[in-house]
């Protein structure tokens, strides 16, 4: 499966962002799929996951009750709702997909297929 993902851009602290991950080549609801962003100098860290059937979904400490995952499979594309942006949330955004699965473990050495990153800055 390819991922692209998209909707990035500057925003102010406080301001809010969509991201978008659309996927093609193979059928989407067989895969999970979990939100990742990497600061400069820093590791890839998990944010978000949501399961193939948008029925779970999990989050980092950092970003809950901030950030929401949702998906609509019908036009292949998970979304990344961000609200209450910091400073501290710029970083690359990718997305990226793994096979269905129970596993409650979100490294990022578990995902299969990766999109490209877009950037998101947020401005003090």
């Known amino acids: 499966v390819q991922l692209q993902a998209s909707g990035g851009g500057l925003v102010q602290a406080g301001g809010s962002l969509r991201l978008s991950c659309t996927a093609s080549?193979?059928?989407?609801?067989?895969?999970?799929v979990g939100w990742f962003r990497q600061a400069p100098k820093k590791e890839r860290e998990f944010l978000a996951h949501?399961?193939?059937?948008?029925?779970?979904?999990y989050y980092a400490d950092s970003v809950k009750g901030r950030f929401t995952i949702s998906r609509n499979n019908a036009k292949n594309t998970v979304y990344l709702q961000m609200n209450s942006l910091k400073p501290e949330d710029t970083a690359v955004y990718y997305c990226?997909?793994?096979?269905?699965?129970?596993?409650?473990?979100?490294?990022?050495?578990?995902?299969?297929?990766w999109g490209q990153g877009t950037q998101v800055t947020v401005s003090s």
């Open positions: 080549g193979r059928t989407f609801s067989n895969y999970d």
């Open positions: 949501i399961s193939w059937s948008g029925i779970n979904t």
């Open positions: 990226a997909a793994r096979g269905r699965s129970d596993s409650r473990s979100f490294h990022r050495d578990l995902y299969d297929y």
